[in-house]
């Protein structure tokens, strides 16, 4: 296998075909990066040059580089900028009352990701940019009106509604130090085709997910999402407090599993079915010029062995929350020093995760870390609180380390007492208490009770249903998983 160029092919000089400026209301979803990583896979699976040519044939196209200069230096691998914008243009009338899609777009990014891939094609990292971001534009003319502008504050997403592809590409490349090889575009129609062309994905939720906005009601458990659920799971921002920060992470928990699916699944090495997921998809994307066939091939050729444990998923490191910016309004401040180390890492192709053996641990709706237990030996058996106590401690749970005699020295099963107020983290411990028995106590406040009883025999491992970890929140494609 020949081994790929440590520059993209982004870094050739664009050939210019004269074609007007095209103009499209986008709707709001980014998610059809699986979509490329998918055609990737087909290319390496040998379903053929013709094919991947008559996709590359579908797809729009559009100049995000031109006439740019003082670029970042280019590294190693290929960076590709995925952009998803809000208009409402391909969406039936039917499909805008069952999935909540009305309203007037803004004309702006409402999804931002780079995706890198290591310059050995072994790995795939992507990177979310809030679309709230506090950003300052280059100088730049505005494409409505014409005005030129000076470099001013923004919030990221507003730079494609002032300068389209060509200033979204330099507002990133001037935040993030990090040389974009090649730009995709793409809406959420092509999206609910592509998910139930792959007859749905399966997601797991610990916690009820409402969201009135959208439409979305899932029970606990898992859920196999054709192509309208998936889309009212991936756009949802109300369902908890954390909002587009939250929805983000849905986001890359979705595409994590959408590649799970591609992969692993046989689907995408049948042409027919190849046939339509590039019909389904392909038709909507706006893609820079260089990203063409030669490209998809060369990608496909490498990643042979792609799988979700190659992929990792992230969001640039939040500094300030409601950073209020006059004109602007509230916006989200990058960490600088963490930001910062997360774009080196993409420029210098590192990892973003320490690679390590997927955890099979059942998945709760708190983090151990957050849960606060006291424990009460409640039998005669000495020693059992101390066990309790360090085999909790092992898993995670804040335990004080002052295990201590029960009142009742008879217990029978295992109790998890605990406040009203915390009853989600009762639930999450009493998960990792196979046969507890909860019981509510008024006023117990934050730190939970545990009074072991005569049943006890183990602390089941437990983990967060967010899987996102370590410096940056870098959670991998093999963790999205339903335990």
Request: charged letters at 25%; proline letters at 7%; aromatic letters at 4%.
């Amino acid at each position: 296998m020949p081994t790929p160029p440590r520059r993209s092919p982004a870094a050739r000089p664009p050939q210019r075909r004269p074609r007007p400026p095209v103009r499209r209301k986008k709707p709001r979803w980014a998610m059809r990066a699986v979509t490329i990583l998918s055609v990737v896979v087909l290319a390496s699976a040998g379903i053929g040059h013709a094919v991947v040519t008559s996709i590359d044939a579908d797809i729009a196209r559009v100049d995000p580089f031109k006439d740019m200069k003082n670029r970042p230096r280019a590294g190693h691998g290929m960076n590709v900028l995925l952009v998803g914008t809000d208009g409402r243009d391909h969406i039936t009338a039917a499909e805008r009352h069952a999935y909540r899609l009305g309203g007037a777009p803004c004309h702006c990014t409402d999804t931002i990701m780079i995706v890198h891939i290591s310059e050995g094609r072994k790995r795939a990292s992507v990177v979310s940019l809030p679309r709230d971001s506090y950003a300052v534009t280059p100088e730049h003319t505005d494409r409505t009106t014409g005005e030129r502008h000076h470099g001013h504050p923004i919030k990221i997403n507003a730079a494609y509604a002032e300068g389209g592809p060509n200033l979204t590409v330099r507002t990133v490349e001037s935040m993030t130090h990090v040389k974009i090889d090649h730009y995709l575009e793409v809406d959420f129609t092509s999206f609910m085709k592509t998910v139930d062309v792959l007859g749905g994905v399966r997601i797991c939720t610990v916690e009820p997910m409402k969201d009135t906005y959208t439409g979305l009601d899932l029970r606990p458990g898992p859920h196999v999402l054709r192509g309208g659920p998936a889309l009212q799971y991936v756009r949802a921002r109300h369902v908890d407090g954390a909002s587009d920060l939250s929805r983000m992470q849905r986001q890359q928990l979705f595409l994590a599993a959408l590649i799970d699916r591609a992969t692993s699944s046989g689907i995408l090495l049948n042409p027919m079915k190849f046939r339509d997921v590039a019909r389904a998809v392909l038709g909507s994307v706006r893609a820079d010029k260089g990203f063409g066939t030669a490209e998809l091939l060369d990608l496909g050729r490498a990643m042979r062995n792609f799988s979700p444990s190659s992929s990792e998923f992230t969001t640039v490191p939040i500094g300030r929350m409601g950073y209020v910016v006059k004109g602007v309004g509230s916006t989200l401040k990058w960490d600088p020093e963490k930001s910062e180390r997360l774009f080196r890492s993409l420029r210098e192709d590192e990892p973003l995760a320490v690679h390590r053996p997927r955890s099979r641990a059942v998945r709760v709706a708190v983090a151990p870390q957050q849960i606060r237990v006291q424990v009460e030996n409640g039998t005669p058996t000495d020693g059992l609180g101390s066990r309790v106590d360090a085999a909790l401690a092992a898993t995670g749970f804040r335990t004080t380390r002052q295990p201590v005699r029960a009142a009742d020295r008879a217990v029978k099963r295992t109790v998890v007492a605990y406040d009203p107020r915390w009853d989600r983290s009762a639930k999450s411990l009493a998960t990792a208490l196979p046969g507890s028995e909860l019981r509510a106590v008024k006023g117990l406040g934050a730190t939970l009770k545990v009074v072991a009883g005569a049943d006890f025999r183990k602390v089941r491992k437990v983990k967060a249903e967010d899987p996102y970890q370590g410096e940056f929140g870098v959670m991998r494609g093999d963790d999205a998983g339903c335990a």
